[in-house]
């Protein structure tokens, strides 16, 4: 049987979470604010009841910008990785975004860029490494709308 999507609880996606992408750092690290809100969605992929992917959409305007979902937390198993997994897992965000409305936000590693990129995203500002990010490499800000393009925002001039 191949990999199943699946919807999961924050639990879940917490030890593949913490394990990909903060490796040597306390399972509480792996914890976002949001994780628990009510409009947060968490995907999986599962494979023989293990779990070998996860991604988490969560209900966060970015500052400065009219994105209204924040795309965290994406791992997939360093074993699985190049197996398209990770793009089934974008995919499943991306639905939700556009039935909810609004645009995603990412912060990425820009060793990962490529991978949003082909997946609709767009780098906005410059690689950066901050307080939040720490030793975990240099990251850069990408946002995603349904139809590909940002829209004007409210305070443009026409």
């Known amino acids: 049987m191949g990999a199943e999507f699946i919807l999961v609880d924050s639990e879940v ?22 994780d628990d809100d009510p409009s947060t969605t968490h995907f999986a992929m599962k494979e023989d009841e293990e779990i070998i992917g996860v991604v988490s ?36 965000v991306q639905a939700i975004a556009q039935k909810r409305g609004g645009g995603m936000w990412m912060n990425v590693r820009t060793t990962a860029e490529s991978f949003y990129s ?12 901050g307080d939040l990010i720490g030793s975990l490499g ?9 139809d590909g393009e940002k829209p ?7």
């Open 118 to 129: 082909g997946h609709g995203c767009q780098v906005e500002g410059e690689p950066f490494e």
């Open 152 to 158: 004007a925002s409210p305070d443009a001039e026409s």
């Open 13 to 34: 996606v917490r030890p593949l979470r913490g394990e990909v992408l903060r490796p040597g750092q306390e399972l509480s690290e792996s914890i976002y604010p949001q």
């Open 138 to 146: 240099s990251h850069i800000l990408m946002v995603w709308w349904p």
């Open 57 to 92: 959409l969560l209900p966060e305007i970015r500052s400065g910008g009219m994105e209204r979902w924040r795309v965290r937390g994406m791992a997939v198993r360093p074993d699985r990785q190049r197996e398209g997994l990770g793009s089934i897992l974008m995919r499943g």
